[in-house]
């Protein structure tokens, strides 16, 4: 498992990549799913260095529209970083059922 984005940033970087799975996006698109997922907006200072370190690791890329998607590594990563997320919160079930 080799996890080389997904452990620097908690799992900002994660959900990006999880986002960009599911639709190939533009920047502020993928803000506003972080928005839904997180309750509040990332600010650009925190989402554009994360993309960007994406692209420089090879996981996802920008066409020319500066729309994101992921790549074959990025595919991977991804596939490793779920294996790690479950691994970690095999218990979601009864975290989520914490009383509040």
Known sequence: MSMKCCE???FLT??????L???NLNG???SRELEKRRGNK???GTIYPALK???NKGL????DDKIYSLTDEGQEELKSGCEFFCKIFYDMEEMSNFPR
Request: net charge positive; aromatic share 8%.
């Open 8 to 10: 620097m940033k908690g």
């Open 14 to 19: 994660y959900l990006i990549l999880w986002i």
């Open 60 to 63: 996802i890329k920008m066409d």
């Open 28 to 30: 502020a698109q993928i």
């Open 53 to 55: 370190e994406l692209k």
């Open 42 to 44: 990332p600010s650009p």
């Open 21 to 23: 799975n599911k639709n």
